[in-house]
């Protein structure tokens, strides 16, 4: 099956700085790749997305780049706020008729005021 | 439209109990998910079905059961709890396809003791 990995798992920035979370995949025929906030005791809430036939995709303050070659893809987050914090995951969607969803173990990440 | 419900929220299990996770979804979705999150960690894939009377494993389906017999229903059974099964449990669907974003329910927090 699909390998999903990411990092850092802890990111801890100042509010106003850019924080940046970064995955990778290990099956050349996964296609999506979307990425999910979970705040404290809440479930996990899609936020961006890109498709494999795009390498970025931007959404006010937070970008998704993708490249395929390598098999990565990054959460970039400019202009942090303090209701930034929260868990977020990366995905990959994986499967012989692309049904799976393979997520990556998380990164809390701690915007300071 | 109250998308994917999950019921119950909590429960405590005694070690070799069973139980039943019930998971319902109101979108007409035909991909239906099992997922269990560990805490501090990803999202593992326990089950998942791309349809009424159709489903298959994920990476983690060692102590679980499913049935997927109409389009909205997808319980999850447990028989036999072990404590290595205290986790949040989280429900999800989607219509299928490429790109088609997952919808979380809110999750049922089990302990096995």
Known sequence: GENVEQHPSTLSVQEGDSA?????????ASNYFPWYKQELGKRPQLIIDIRSNVGEKKDQ????????????????????????????????????NFNKFYFGSGTKLNVKP | ???????????????GQSMTLQCTQDMNHNYMYWYRQDPGMGLKL???????GITDKGEVPNGYNVSRSTTEDFPLRLELAAPSQTSVYFCASRTGGWGEKLFFGSGTQLSVL
């Open chain 1, 20 to 28: 940046v979370i970064k995955c990778t995949y290990s099956d050349s």
């Open chain 1, 61 to 96: 303050r937070i970008a998704v780049t993708l490249n395929k070659t390598a098999k990565h893809f990054s959460l970039h987050i400019t202009e942090t706020q303090p209701e930034d914090s929260a868990v977020y995951f990366c995905a990959a969607l994986q499967g012989d």
């Open chain 2, 46 to 52: 326990i089950y998942y079905s791309v349809g009424a």
């Open chain 2, 1 to 15: 439209n109250a998308g994917v419900t999950q019921t119950p929220k909590f429960r405590i299990l005694k070690i």
